[in-house]
């Protein structure tokens, strides 16, 4: 309303269209992840155009089916339509978006994620009238095989090509050959890139998530690192077993249920002349600041997981958006660190920091 409590219906019919608009950015969203769980985006990007009737022949799916999808994804404009031939396609640009794994513009691990998040909406709910939160324990394998796949896009073309040679004194740790620890490891792409590009280090991460240390474990395996690269389940807020060179956390530290003390014991188990590295969530500290796209979906990641999760076993709670830049330097000198640098990158998702004893 106006500041004299009039109706301004200009507005309210704008606001209308906004909702209506995000409605159907939600729906287009599912029939995208089923586009990405079924393998759809990928045939139209590798075998090219075709009608409902060639893409059911090419996939062995349900053709009525591909019919009402192909309709959703062209009206959405994710696909072109040629409606003499009546037949789909996948523009070039939009398949870096959709169809190439592990590229860096990839989304698909997203895809995952998201039904794995709307699937403990009840338990959310629950949480809003009675407190707590959703443990990890309560997600389907969706979430954790989407988080692979998103990470692994991070770690793929920004890792070794922007972050590392951002950061010269821990490149020169590695090159040299050094003791690297990673806290909250997931399934240890981070660890695996590095063991790869820097051999002469050993490696060890650290997640207290059992099931991910496993698959962590076989991934090493498969990548043939093994030699030099382990994984253990453990909460690292009790302390480390061990000292390091470099430590790092990769979107982590806003999720856990202690972030002070996870920082403290970081900083203990770092040898002199040791480097931690920290990438966390881009955002201000200030909600004006965070009104945008990206500002509004952190929100609702941090409900429907980060926040949930860290809640779950009465945690702090930071949530997607509660490390920022001036609680990461405030948590940093408490937990002991001398200084705190950011590493000067344009991302719009993450921050990344290096501390110093």
Request: glycine letters at 10%; charged letters at 25%; a negative charge.
């Amino acid at each position: 309303m106006s500041e004299t409590g009039a109706l301004d219906q200009v507005r309210q019919e704008k606001f209308v269209g906004k909702v209506v608009e995000q409605i159907s950015g939600t729906m287009t969203t599912l029939l995208a992840a089923i586009g990405d769980r079924l393998g759809l985006f990928k045939n139209l990007a590798e075998q090219g155009p075709a009608t409902s009737t060639e893409l059911a022949s090419r996939t062995k799916l349900n053709e009525r089916y591909l019919r009402e999808w192909l309709g959703g994804m062209a009206t959405a404009g994710y696909l072109n339509y040629d409606a003499p031939a009546k037949r789909f396609s996948l523009p070039v640009e939009h398949a870096s978006v959709l169809a190439q794994e592990n590229g860096p513009f990839f989304v698909g691990g997203i895809y995952q994620m998201l039904p794995a998040q709307a699937g403990v909406f009840d338990r959310v709910v629950n949480a809003f009238r009675n407190g707590g939160g959703v443990p990890q324990s309560q997600y389907t394998d969706m979430m954790w095989d989407g988080l692979e796949r998103l990470t692994s896009t991070w770690f793929e073309n920004l890792m070794l090509q922007q972050w590392i040679p951002a950061m010269p004194d821990v490149k020169a740790h590695l090159e040299r050959g050094c003791d690297v620890a990673d806290v909250g490891c997931g399934r240890g792409r981070a660890m695996i890139k590095l063991a790869q590009a820097f051999p002469r280090s050993r490696y060890v991460g650290y997640d207290n998530f059992g099931p991910t240390v496993a698959r962590a474990t076989d991934n090493a395996r498969e990548a043939g690192v093994s030699d030099r690269v382990r994984f253990e389940e453990r909460d690292v807020s009790e302390g480390l077993p061990a000292e390091f060179d470099v430590i790092t956390t990769f979107d982590v530290v806003h999720d856990a249920v202690d972030p002070l003390q996870l920082l403290r014991s970081v900083r203990r188990a770092l040898r002199p002349g040791g480097i931690y590295v920290c990438l966390d969530i881009n955002c201000s500290d200030k909600l004006e600041e965070n009104a945008h796209p990206l500002g509004a979906m952190f929100h609702g990641v941090s409900v429907f997981y980060c926040m949930t999760t860290s809640l779950a076993n009465n945690g702090e709670g930071l949530g997607t958006l509660g490390f920022h830049e001036p609680k990461v330097r405030e948590l940093c000198e408490k937990a002991g660190f001398s200084s705190v640098r950011r590493v000067p990158l344009e991302n719009p998702f993450n921050i990344l920091y290096e501390a110093k004893p």
